[in-house]
């Protein structure tokens, strides 16, 4: 579109151009009136002619009442002859006066040689050196095809550079990075003694948890230039062209050396090789083998540091594991309740807080959250607070942001019919009373009806602290909170209804995982059951081997129906006998839509 646009405007002002020249040689005289000789001696005759100008065969005649006018004269006889001829009386004649100029050969040639000829030949030629300048423009951009698409931050970028100080967390892994960034501040001091430093540094760390940062943030402690790159930017329609861009990748880098290169993703093109589909011609396999060499291959490699960030190291090729590629892999976790408070505190430096902000109180409320979750929750608060108007960020807006992150937006206009509202009343109120009886639960925060989300109503419960295992009864716990909505529904209302889908599909994995994947099926002990394959070029975990006989089958299916039998009776059981609570609970959630923690305990303990 761009370049149609271009194109459009070239012609523009090319018609432009061919139209002002044809209008400056246009005769002005078009509009003149053109008479003949006979008339012209009538009007001398007559003293009507105030002037004549003779140019060339042209005559431009000055009537007294200043009209123009124009004739031609005989080019065999002179124009004094010629009026006599045609009668002009020698008085009258005498009386007119003739000036006479010399005819510009300009116009004659433009307009019988240049413009007929030459015109067009300039456009031709205008139009050829167009096309050809495309052409050449376009030959540069296939021969800058296999150019590297790596962005550079150089050190003097103070506004795009960071260090580790807007990092927060992460101790251990800003302890193992450490070593790099003394290597490329005081290389000879790592060399007199022998020492190399790691050619590649792996992060690994789930999604949110800083790995971008925290590279960004070794190249500014390093002060060194810091390419970066996403793995997907290899990989291109045509085949070569990843290995290419990772060959032009790293000239550039050793020209700056010491110098950080940074491939985001990197298991976008560092898969595990022959297997799936595809073969050794495959583009990414091509682009894995160059980044091979280019890390430990016969040319010496030293001043460039590797950085790769990743979520899923389980699916790597083990050759770019080996040492001599990635020596180091730094592990990065879910912030714990100090780092979320540090990262807290980094996202509100510049919003205005209330008084009453207590960022540890939000931390404690948000275990599991990743650094870019609490970024997020931040932002929600502050985007909260211009929509009321306010001026400061307080404490409610925090924490209702939390729930926001969680659940998703409130769906104000999901209106409940007054049958449904009372169901859905139960039904979290079963899930919240289930909750509270049993010891092995997280303790509740918020029970409400007000649609969030894709949920038409939900329980929250949040740690009270971080948790890093967890027990066997604590699962057992929370298959009966899973279990509780769907037996409050059938107590009640003696029939369940579609709200307690996602519960039992919920309820129905974790079972299947305690017996398949933890080992705590007490009938078939300490096991797991099934390996799963990826299929590496069309996503995770394709198809499950089944290493089990069909008798294996049989009992697991049989402990997964009793985890969550004994499960649904310990939650019947407690709804039963606390039924007037549940009541209780149900009615103030009609009244209220939502019950706050401290006014749910108020609840329990009456």
Same mark, same amino acid.
């Given at each position: 579109?761009?370049?149609?646009? =271009?194109?459009?405007?070239?012609?523009?002002?090319?018609?432009?151009?061919?139209?002002?020249?044809?209008?400056?040689?246009?005769?002005?005289?078009?509009?003149?009136?053109?008479?003949?000789?006979?008339?012209?001696?009538?009007?001398?005759?007559?003293? +009507?002619?105030?002037?004549?100008?003779?140019?060339?065969?042209?005559?431009?005649?000055?009537?007294?009442?200043?009209?123009?006018?124009?004739?031609?004269?005989?080019?065999?006889?002179?124009?004094?002859?010629?009026?006599?001829? %045609?009668?002009?009386?020698?008085?009258?004649? +005498?009386? /007119?006066?003739?000036?006479?100029?010399?005819?510009?050969?300009?116009?004659?040639?433009?307009?019988?040689?240049?413009?007929?000829?030459?015109?067009?030949?300039?456009?031709?030629?205008?139009?050829?050196? %167009?096309?050809?300048?495309?052409?050449?423009?376009?030959?540069?951009?296939?021969?800058?095809?296999?150019?590297?698409?790596?962005?550079?931050?150089?050190?003097?970028?103070?506004?795009?550079?960071?260090?580790?100080?807007?990092?927060?967390?992460?101790?251990?892994?800003?302890?193992?990075?450490? @070593?790099?960034?003394?290597?490329?501040?005081?290389?000879?001091?790592?060399?007199?003694?022998?020492?190399?430093?790691?050619?590649?540094?792996?992060?690994?760390?789930?999604?949110? #948890?800083?790995?971008?940062?925290?590279?960004?943030? /070794?190249?500014?402690?390093?002060?060194?230039?810091?390419?970066?790159?996403?793995?997907?930017?290899?990989? @291109?329609?045509?085949?070569?062209?990843?290995?290419?861009?990772?060959?032009?990748?790293?000239?550039?880098?050793?020209?700056?050396?010491? #110098?950080?290169?940074?491939?985001?993703?990197?298991?976008?093109?560092?898969?595990?090789?022959?297997?799936?589909?595809?073969?050794?011609?495959?583009?990414?396999?091509?682009?894995?083998? +160059?980044?091979? /060499?280019?890390?430990?291959?016969? @040319?010496?490699?030293?001043?460039?540091?590797?950085?790769?960030?990743?979520?899923?190291?389980?699916?790597?090729?083990?050759?770019?594991?080996?040492?001599?590629?990635?020596?180091?892999?730094?592990?990065?976790?879910?912030?714990?309740?100090?780092?979320?408070?540090?990262?807290?505190?980094?996202?509100? =430096?510049?919003?205005?807080?209330?008084?009453?902000?207590?960022?540890?109180?939000?931390?404690?409320?948000?275990?599991?959250?990743?650094?870019?979750?609490?970024?997020?929750?931040?932002?929600?608060?502050?985007?909260?607070?211009?929509?009321?108007? =306010?001026?400061?960020?307080?404490?409610?807006?925090?924490?209702?942001?939390?729930?926001?992150?969680?659940?998703?937006?409130?769906?104000?206009?999901?209106?409940?019919?007054?049958?449904?509202?009372?169901?859905?009343? %139960?039904?979290?109120?079963?899930?919240?009373?289930?909750?509270?009886?049993?010891?092995?639960?997280?303790?509740?925060?918020?029970?409400?009806?007000?649609?969030?989300?894709?949920?038409?109503?939900?329980?929250?419960?949040?740690?009270?602290?971080?948790?890093?295992?967890?027990?066997?009864?604590?699962?057992?716990?929370?298959?009966?909170?899973?279990?509780?909505? %769907?037996?409050?529904?059938?107590?009640?209302?003696?029939?369940?209804?579609?709200?307690?889908?996602?519960?039992?599909?919920?309820?129905?994995?974790?079972?299947?995982?305690?017996?398949?994947?933890?080992?705590?099926?007490?009938?078939?002990?300490?096991?797991?059951?099934?390996?799963?394959?990826?299929?590496?070029?069309?996503?995770?975990?394709?198809?499950?081997?089944?290493?089990?006989?069909?008798?294996?089958?049989?009992?697991?299916?049989?402990?997964?129906?009793?985890?969550?039998?004994?499960?649904?009776?310990?939650?019947?059981?407690?709804?039963?006998?606390?039924?007037?609570?549940?009541?209780?609970?149900?009615?103030?959630?009609?009244?209220?839509?939502?019950?706050?923690?401290?006014?749910?305990?108020?609840?329990? =303990?009456?």
């Amino acid at each position: 579109m761009k370049n149609l646009l =271009k194109n459009f405007l070239i012609i523009v002002l090319i018609f432009i151009f061919v139209s002002g020249v044809f209008s400056l040689l246009a005769d002005k005289k078009e509009t003149i009136k053109e008479i003949t000789l006979n008339e012209l001696v009538q009007q001398i005759n007559a003293g +009507q002619v105030s002037q004549i100008v003779v140019t060339g065969q042209v005559l431009d005649i000055l009537l007294k009442d200043e009209t123009r006018q124009t004739a031609n004269k005989e080019s065999e006889s002179s124009l004094s002859e010629s009026l006599k001829n %045609y009668g002009a009386e020698t008085a009258k004649l +005498q009386q /007119v006066p003739i000036e006479i100029k010399q005819d510009s050969g300009w116009k004659f040639w433009l307009g019988s040689v240049v413009l007929p000829f030459l015109l067009p030949v300039l456009l031709m030629g205008a139009f050829l050196w %167009y096309m050809m300048r495309q052409a050449q423009r376009g030959a540069g951009q296939s021969f800058g095809f296999t150019k590297s698409l790596a962005r550079m931050i150089m050190p003097e970028d103070k506004k795009q550079s960071t260090t580790f100080a807007s990092v927060a967390g992460l101790k251990e892994a800003k302890e193992e990075l450490n @070593e790099v960034v003394d290597f490329l501040r005081h290389p000879k001091k790592f060399i007199d003694i022998g020492a190399k430093i790691p050619k590649g540094v792996l992060l690994i760390g789930p999604p949110g #948890c800083g790995k971008t940062l925290l590279a960004r943030a /070794v190249s500014g402690e390093a002060n060194v230039p810091f390419y970066h790159i996403s793995g997907s930017e290899f990989v @291109e329609l045509f085949v070569g062209v990843g290995s290419a861009r990772v060959r032009d990748l790293f000239q550039n880098a050793k020209k700056s050396n010491p #110098c950080i290169i940074f491939i985001d993703e990197l298991d976008a093109i560092g898969r595990q090789r022959g297997a799936g589909l595809g073969g050794g011609h495959d583009e990414r396999e091509q682009t894995l083998n +160059q980044i091979l /060499v280019e890390m430990d291959g016969f @040319e010496p490699n030293n001043g460039v540091v590797v950085l790769a960030a990743t979520n899923r190291p389980d699916i790597l090729d083990s050759a770019l594991l080996r040492p001599g590629r990635f020596d180091r892999r730094v592990m990065l976790d879910l912030p714990d309740i100090n780092d979320r408070e540090e990262v807290l505190q980094i996202h509100a =430096k510049n919003k205005p807080l209330a008084s009453d902000v207590s960022l540890r109180q939000i931390a404690e409320r948000t275990p599991g959250f990743s650094g870019a979750d609490l970024a997020n929750l931040v932002n929600e608060a502050a985007i909260s607070a211009a929509r009321q108007e =306010k001026k400061e960020l307080n404490n409610l807006d925090l924490i209702n942001s939390i729930e926001k992150v969680l659940l998703g937006p409130e769906r104000k206009s999901h209106i409940l019919s007054t049958e449904e509202k009372r169901i859905a009343a %139960y039904h979290e109120a079963g899930h919240a009373l289930v909750a509270a009886a049993l010891p092995q639960t997280d303790p509740v925060r918020k029970v409400s009806i007000i649609a969030r989300g894709q949920a038409a109503g939900y329980t929250l419960k949040l740690p009270e602290r971080d948790k890093h295992l967890h027990r066997r009864s604590e699962f057992v716990a929370e298959l009966s909170v899973f279990l509780a909505g %769907y037996n409050a529904e059938k107590l009640v209302f003696e029939e369940v209804t579609t709200g307690a889908g996602n519960d039992l599909e919920q309820a129905t994995d974790l079972a299947r995982r305690l017996v398949m994947r933890y080992g705590m099926s007490e009938k078939l002990g300490p096991r797991t059951f099934g390996e799963t394959e990826d299929l590496i070029f069309l996503g995770k975990e394709i198809s499950t081997e089944k290493n089990y006989s069909e008798k294996v089958a049989q009992e697991i299916d049989k402990e997964v129906h009793d985890f969550i039998d004994n499960a649904g009776k310990t939650a019947q059981k407690i709804l039963t006998e606390k039924r007037a609570l549940l009541d209780k609970i149900a009615n103030r959630l009609i009244e209220k839509e939502t019950i706050e923690k401290e006014e749910f305990e108020e609840l329990i =303990k009456s």
